[in-house]
């Protein structure tokens, strides 16, 4: 650059800077001096985003930095750089060089960045090559990736493999080339540890977007606690059908049930039997008697008792719930270790109905383990993060892992394990559609997981009431 050129830009009053194809410092006037508070022998030659830190614009400083190719005009309104904000225009300039000149923004412009930046809704943007070039801590949050880790990376990192065969990426780029934008897409994407969450995407071409270069910022909102209640209204709403329905089947049975039961009673006692006809009303009896049980299970599916809340120490209701099991669990050689995180507070709950959930639970993990010659059952309960409540703050929730090291359950069950009369293990196959049932009645949630081979476990959240 002659002499006479720095002469005259020196003596500007907005400051103006010159980049290298390397993205270093070859130039600045006096004006970026005051304005940035740096001096210009002390950051010619360095990076611009080393000297200023997270104090410069993620935006420019991935349009200013390697790998690229010649940089195209653009403006950039109310750009960070310093502790300032700046309305920028870039352009090429000769050898090469890349021109910044820099004028102070309005003070309403100045906001708009640090509220884009601290959104809850993921925001991101992309150049036209679709390399990330803006990643805000909404998005940090919502998929664990840092904007370092980020910026300058393509942004199919975050598409499942899935989708990018089903060219995907490829569709949304067609949407936005010939309608400007795209609003409300339901789709999929990456976290940093490899799970996917469900999210709704609304892209648009960047203002100074091209048809061959399409930049564009992308809004996205995690819809996964969304789902999650869709499916637990659906899961309810099929729960109250199907517990009317049992009900009536329950009443229907009831009467005729009893009516044998008494014709059976009254052959035992008259006597007039012989040996293997007393052995065959016995069984008639047993047989009875367990379906008087099932209908009993299904009028407390239909309508489960009302819930009598209470502070209740969760520890208490586990401990009281291993003892009553004790005998049983011996027999079986199954042995339980029981962890509580001291001190836990206190839950408004129903005791009794909780101790139903505890003890359909375990009685599962017992039939799991002796068929399998016995095992360990592990229970542990802590204090854990949010829990989020549709029309409520996020709280605090206490948060119960029930596993043991049984024959596990199948993937393909997985999703049946909580259906009424689903069962693998002979038993009625109401016990875990009562938990579950009890369990949501308190608002709060239950899940399982397993590996075939590796046992199961059953994951509680049951909320901490609190005056906030």
């Not at 309305?87 to 708009?112: E, F, K, L, N």
């Not at 606690?225 to 009317?244: A, C």
């Not at 029309?391 to 997985?414: C, M, N, V, Y």
Request: glycine residues 10%; proline residues 5%.
């Amino acid at each position: 650059m002659l002499a006479l050129e720095m002469t005259i830009l020196d003596g500007l009053p907005d400051p103006i800077f010159f980049v290298d194809r390397r993205g270093l410092v070859v130039y600045l006037n006096r004006a970026c001096e005051t304005a940035f508070g740096v001096a210009g022998e002390r950051v010619r030659g360095q990076a611009l985003g080393e000297t200023l830190g997270s104090e410069l614009d993620e935006g420019l400083r991935a349009l200013l930095g390697p790998p690229r190719g010649e940089v195209a005009p653009a403006s950039l309104p109310s750009v960070r750089i310093g502790s300032s904000f700046w309305d920028v225009r870039v352009t090429p300039a000769s050898d090469g060089m890349t021109a910044v000149y820099c004028i102070p923004s309005s003070g309403q412009q100045a906001g708009w960045p640090e509220l884009v930046a601290d959104s809850a809704d993921a925001i991101w943007a992309v150049d036209g090559e679709e390399r990330i070039i803006a990643w805000n801590r909404g998005a940090e949050e919502i998929f664990g990736f840092t904007s370092e880790e980020m910026i300058g990376e393509p942004v199919t990192r975050l598409i499942p493999p899935d989708l990018i065969e089903q060219r995907e990426p490829e569709r949304l780029r067609k949407a936005l080339r010939e309608l400007g934008s795209v609003r409300d897409y339901q789709t999929r994407r990456l976290t940093k540890d490899g799970h996917e969450v469900e999210v709704s995407l609304t892209s648009t071409v960047a203002r100074n977007g091209s048809a061959n270069s399409l930049a564009s910022s992308t809004i996205v909102r995690d819809l996964s606690y969304r789902r999650q209640v869709e499916r637990q209204v659906i899961e309810s709403e099929k729960m109250v059908t199907l517990g009317q329905l049992a009900a009536s089947v329950a009443q229907e049975i009831g009467a005729p049930l009893t009516t044998i039961g008494i014709v059976v009673e009254n052959l035992r006692k008259s006597g007039l039997g012989d040996g293997e006809a007393e052995k065959q009303l016995e069984t008639a009896a047993q047989q009875l008697s367990r379906i008087a049980r099932l209908t009993h299970g299904l009028v407390e599916l239909a309508k489960p008792g009302e819930l009598r809340l209470s502070a209740v120490e969760l520890c208490e209701v586990i401990d009281r719930v291993v003892e009553l099991l004790e005998a049983s669990l011996t027999r079986a050689g199954v042995k339980v270790r029981v962890s509580c995180e001291e001190p836990l507070p206190p839950i408004l709950a129903d005791a009794g109905q909780l101790q139903q959930v505890f003890l359909n639970l375990l009685l599962n993990a017992q039939r799991a383990l002796e068929s399998s010659g016995g095992g360990t059952v592990r229970i542990g309960a802590e204090l854990a993060g949010g829990f989020p409540r549709v029309g409520r703050p996020l709280r605090q929730a206490i948060k119960i892992e029930l596993s043991d090291d049984g024959p596990g359950i199948h993937p393909a069950d997985l999703n049946y394990i909580f259906a009424p009369f689903f069962s693998r293990s002979g038993g009625s196959g109401l016990g875990l559609a009562l938990a579950k049932q009890i369990v949501h009645a308190h608002g709060g949630t239950i899940e399982a997981g397993s590996e075939l081979g590796s046992g199961a476990t059953f994951t509680i959240l049951l909320p901490v009431e609190s005056d906030a």
